[in-house]
């Protein structure tokens, strides 16, 4: 098992930037996948990026060009550097992580995909 802990969420104006962090403790972290996702009120969770063992990674067509995400193995720890924010960006962001790929590489940006989650990092952008 692996637990997350995010962190890095606050408040911003349009065009700002954030970085968001997520802490991992337990097992193996640098082989899981993980990913980042996100909900805003009355929307279904939503995946944002995702990024496999060997680094590789894929962003919804929304935040692409304007969201990185990385993994710093020796830190355990999951980022997402957010640039160029808008106000439909303002959710509650969460990291998860799964220690299987086979399906994850069909749809890595599906919610389903992951056993295990954080609590979450809220990120609100004002007009």
């Known amino acids: 098992q692996v637990q997350l802990v995010e962190s890095g969420g606050g408040s911003v104006q349009t065009g700002g930037s954030l970085r968001l962090s997520c802490a991992a403790s337990?097992?193996?972290?640098?082989?899981?996948?993980m990913g980042w996702f996100r909900q805003a009120p009355g929307k279904e969770r939503e995946g944002v990026a995702a990024i496999d063992n060997d680094g590789a990674a894929r962003y919804a067509d929304s935040v692409k060009g304007r969201f990185t995400v990385s993994k710093d193995n020796a830190k355990n720890t999951l980022y997402l550097q957010m640039n160029s924010l808008k106000p439909e960006d303002t959710a509650m962001y969460y990291c998860a992580a799964e220690p299987y790929g086979g399906s994850w590489y069909i749809s890595p940006l599906s919610p389903k995909e992951y056993n295990y989650w954080g609590q979450g990092t809220q990120v609100t952008v004002s007009s």
């Open positions: 337990g097992d193996t972290y640098s082989s899981y996948f």
